[in-house]
Nanobody
Framework: QVQLVESGGGLVQAGGSLTLNCVAS????????MGWYRQAPGNQRELVAS???????NYADSVKGRFTISRDNAKNTVYLQMNSLKPDDTAVYYC?????????WGQGTQVTVSS
C-alpha cells in the first residue's frame, strides 16, 4: 500500500514563506506524476502544482511566480516551496501521486496565512 506523508504546514503571516514536504513510501519513479492540491472550506479541491517523472512542471495561474514544485528522487520526496503567501492561500494542502488507473492521496497539511 502506497503512503504519502505531508509535513511543513503551519501558520504564517502574509508575505511569508513555507515549504511543504511529501514523502512517499515507495520510489517516486513509479509514479507518472506527483502534485499538490489544496482545498479551502466550501471550495472544491484544486490543483496547485504538479511535476512529472521527467521533471516537467505545471502550476495554477494563482500561484505562478510564487510557488515552486520540485522532487528529490533519492529521498522519495516532493516539495512545494511557497513564497509571498496570501490569505487566499489558506487551505488544506494534499499530496497526490498517480499511476495508470491509480491515484494516491496524503492526509493533508493545514496552511493558514494571516493578514
Amino acid at each position: 500500500q502506497v503512503q504519502l506523508v505531508e509535513s511543513g504546514g503551519g501558520l504564517v503571516q502574509a508575505g511569508g514563506s513555507l515549504t511543504l514536504n511529501c514523502v512517499a513510501s515507495t520510489s517516486i519513479f513509479s509514479f507518472n506524476d506527483m502534485g499538490w492540491y489544496r482545498q479551502a472550506p466550501g471550495n472544491q479541491r484544486e490543483l496547485v502544482a504538479s511535476i512529472t517523472s521527467g521533471g516537467s512542471t505545471n502550476y495554477a495561474d494563482s500561484v505562478k511566480g510564487r510557488f515552486t514544485i520540485s522532487r528529490d528522487n533519492a529521498k522519495n520526496t516532493v516539495y512545494l516551496q511557497m513564497n509571498s503567501l496570501k490569505p487566499d492561500d489558506t487551505a488544506v494542502y494534499y499530496c497526490n501521486a498517480r499511476r495508470p488507473l491509480l491515484t494516491y492521496w496524503g492526509q493533508g497539511t493545514q496552511v493558514t496565512v494571516s493578514s
